[in-house]
């Protein structure tokens, strides 16, 4: 028999793993940079300084996630930033199959996305330093 639900507490462990997966992502771009997402920006005539968004949907966002604080903006900032990445960068993956492991092409980033929109929707639940209203 399974323990009576807890869903604060489902709330906030999926806060966390969706915040420590989110946050490798930033560190990575904090460490490289960027400025190459400013091509695809400009394929779509849109300004290379929007790639600065990613710092903050991929290193604030995802502290304030974990800290509940502001977390349902910032898990819709992370839902968005991952949106963007599977349009501007891994369209060609969207309608594929994964070579490696027969996954969705996009399977990780679709499930960071989808991920961060149940915290928006759903919000912090009762263990966050400022519950979201």
Same mark, same amino acid.
């Given at each position: 028999?399974?323990?009576?639900?807890? +869903?604060?507490?489902?709330?906030?462990?999926? @806060?966390?793993?969706?915040?420590?997966?989110?946050?490798?992502?930033?560190?990575?771009?904090?460490?490289?940079?960027?400025?190459?997402?400013?091509? +695809?920006?400009?394929?779509?005539?849109?300004?290379?300084?929007?790639?600065?968004? &990613?710092?903050?949907?991929?290193?604030?966002?995802?502290?304030l996630l974990v800290l509940g604080i502001l977390a @349902?903006?910032?898990?819709?900032?992370?839902?968005?930033?991952?949106? &963007?990445?599977?349009?501007?960068?891994?369209? +060609? =993956?969207?309608?594929?199959?994964?070579?490696?492991?027969?996954?969705?092409?996009?399977?990780?980033?679709a499930l960071i996305c989808l991920s961060a929109l149940?915290?928006?929707?759903?919000?912090?639940?009762?263990?966050?330093?400022? =519950?979201?209203?």
């Amino acid at each position: 028999m399974l323990p009576a639900p807890r +869903p604060d507490v489902g709330l906030l462990v999926l @806060r966390i793993a969706v915040a420590v997966i989110v946050i490798f992502h930033g560190l990575f771009k904090l460490k490289h940079g960027v400025a190459w997402i400013g091509g +695809p920006l400009g394929k779509l005539g849109l300004p290379a300084w929007l790639a600065y968004g &990613t710092y903050v949907a991929e290193l604030i966002a995802p502290v304030l996630l974990v800290l509940g604080i502001l977390a @349902r903006w910032a898990a819709l900032a992370i839902a968005f930033d991952m949106f &963007t990445a599977m349009l501007l960068v891994l369209r +060609p =993956r969207i309608a594929m199959i994964s070579p490696s492991g027969g996954g969705w092409g996009v399977e990780l980033e679709a499930l960071i996305c989808l991920s961060a929109l149940t915290i928006a929707i759903a919000g912090t639940g009762r263990f966050a330093a400022l =519950r979201d209203r």
